[in-house]
């Protein structure tokens, strides 16, 4: 259970932590906020069909981008709550590349100021050959790590009176797989939007995806809201920890991963904006925690090391602990995995370690 809510909760290695970060872009990239200006009628679902965004991307079309995805669950003949989208969730798992996600955000009918915001989708590379406008966005996920990739594209665009997201999103590779190639995703996720009738006539015209940057740097604003030594005090760590940013994430990794204690920790943020109302929802598979921002809500879970984990193999197993918090219409998700030690701080001490840490964060 506790598996289950972090997947539809949040890309990150371990496996728990990959499956949040992946489903919670899915869902962040999808919702926008409620608004008293929201259409309320759109296109009516074939009796039993369920979701028009599933309608359109159906499972047989979702197969086409990877033969793994099958459908997650969100696939509501209603909008969901704060969402001017109807929405649609597929995802896949192996063991060589984690997880991965494909959303579908179909806004119909959406009002011109939507239609608008999607054309004006910034560092967007423009698609030919479908819709009245498309054009393709790659987040890519942390660099400076082993096998870094300009992978995890999101597709925008607008037909008549109807606006369609996409996010296709997987996470760094596992167990000797493959890196991720943002061409490839590119290229079948536009050749799906075809195939779901988007196509205006014209041949299909993909971008390529950017080169793979250097390392990023460390002054991103997820980075700030936590140094370094905060986190090495807070959990009793001997070792200076490394930062790895992302585009809306910080990791930071500790010196001895297969060795028990605090210095086998993996600790990551996570903010996304604009997720606190679909994603947020308290108490469902955790533990609510009170006096930290809007709502907060805490699950642990443990999974063996080894080489889906990326930790060296051993007895002790990996717990993972993590906090999501809701402060407005945002969502960060504070994630601690490490390796408890018989002679070092207990699961639960940990536990409240890392609620201390989080409860003077602002976001």
Do not use: H
């Not at 809510?5 to 932590?17: E, P, T, Y």
């Not at 965004?53 to 990877?66: G, R, S, Y």
């Not at 300009?150 to 037909?159: G, I, Y």
């Amino acid at each position: 259970m506790v598996a289950v809510q972090i997947l539809v909760g949040r890309l990150r290695r371990l496996r728990i932590a990959v499956a949040v970060a992946v489903l919670g872009l899915v869902l962040a990239s999808c919702a926008g906020p409620s608004t008293p200006n929201n259409p309320t009628q759109g296109p009516s679902p074939e009796p039993g069909k369920g979701s028009p965004a599933c309608n359109l991307i159906t499972p047989e079309i979702a197969a086409k981008v990877d033969p793994g995805l099958v459908p997650m669950g969100q696939n509501s003949q209603q909008r969901p709550p704060g969402s001017k989208a109807y929405l649609c969730t597929y995802s896949n798992k192996s063991a060589e590349r984690g997880m991965t996600g494909l959303s579908v955000a179909l806004t119909s009918p959406a009002l011109a100021g939507d239609i608008d915001k999607a054309k004006a989708t910034s560092d967007c590379s423009p698609v030919m050959g479908i819709g009245d406008f498309a054009c393709l966005q790659w987040t890519g996920y942390f660099r400076g790590e082993a096998g870094g990739a300009s992978a995890n594209v999101v597709l925008t665009a607008v037909r008549g009176s109807e606006v369609l997201e996409m996010p296709y999103v997987t996470g760094p590779p596992m167990n000797g797989g493959m890196a991720p190639d943002g061409d490839a995703m590119a290229r079948t996720l536009s050749q799906a939007v075809v195939d779901a009738g988007w196509g205006n006539g014209t041949e299909l015209k993909v971008p390529a995806a950017p080169p793979v940057g250097p390392p990023a740097t460390t002054n991103n604003a997820v980075c700030a809201l936590l140094d370094p030594g905060q986190v090495k005090q807070a959990f009793g760590a001997t070792t200076e920890p490394q930062l790895l940013p992302g585009e809306a994430s910080c990791r930071y990794t500790f010196a001895t991963p297969g060795t028990p204690g605090p210095d086998s920790m993996v600790f990551s943020i996570e903010v996304l904006k604009a997720a606190g109302t679909v994603l947020g929802i308290p108490g469902r598979g955790g533990e609510v925690i009170d006096g930290i921002g809007d709502r907060a809500t805490f699950f642990t879970g443990t999974e063996q090391a080894g080489p889906k984990s990326l930790r060296p193999a051993g007895d002790v197993p990996i717990t993972i602990l993590s906090l999501q918090v809701v402060r407005g219409q945002n969502l960060a998700t504070f994630t601690a995995q490490v390796l408890i030690s018989p002679t070092g701080p207990s699961a639960a001490q940990t536990k409240e370690q890392l609620i201390g840490l989080v409860r003077g964060v602002v976001f």
